[in-house]
Each structure stands twice: as C-alpha cells, then as structure tokens.
Nanobody
C-alpha cells in the first residue's frame, strides 16, 4: 500500500508563507496525479490544488495567485508553496496520490494554523 508522509505544516502569522511536502513511498507504480485537499474545522474537505505527471495543474479559486503546486516525479514528492496566508487558510491539509487502477491514497494530514 502506498504510504504518504507530509511535512511542513505549522503556525504562521497572516501574510506569511509555508511550504508543504508530501513523499509517496512503497510504490513501484507510476503516479498519475498528486494533490492537496484541506479541511477546516466544521467544514467539508475541499480541493486546494493538484498536478498531473505531465505538469498540468489546477488551483482552487480561493488560493489562486497565492498557492503554487509542484512535484518531483523522480522522488514521488509533491509540494505546496503557500504565500500570503490568511486566517481562512487554517485547516488540516491532506495530500493524495492517484495511481491508475488503484484507490486514491491519502496522507495523515498536517495542520496549518494562520494567526491574524
């Protein structure tokens, strides 16, 4: 089973930046999509951004212009660069990977807290 390990979350002041990383291991299969969702307390989980193995990206309107997603295919790693953070970005951020023919795999989540 694919294992995802996230890092980079924490506490930051509004206007600050954080960079999340997620490494996928225990897979010899080709990963198609990698991305991030987030879930704020009391809210549903929502897509933040995803990137395909060819580099196509989709960024949620709520973070467009502030967040950037990238990946290192050789290292099965996806990054989320978050700039100009706002209090409403506070949430648990979950990374995921999509491998053709396999159920989506999720990370354990990393907390991002933005103080205003």
């Amino acid at each position: 089973q694919v294992q995802l390990v996230e890092s980079g979350g924490g506490l930051v002041q509004a206007g600050g930046s954080l960079r999340l990383s997620c490494v996928a291991s225990r897979t010899s299969l080709s990963i198609y999509g990698m991305g991030w969702h987030r879930q704020a307390q009391g809210n549903q989980r929502e897509l933040v951004a995803f990137i395909t193995n060819s580099g196509f990206t989709n960024i949620a309107n709520s973070v467009k212009g502030r967040f950037t997603i990238s990946r290192d295919n050789d290292k099965n790693t996806v990054f989320l660069q978050m700039n100009s953070l706002k209090a409403e970005d506070t949430a648990v951020y979950y990374c995921y990977v999509d491998i053709p023919g396999r159920p989506r795999s999720w990370g354990q989540g990393t907390q991002v807290t933005v103080s205003s």
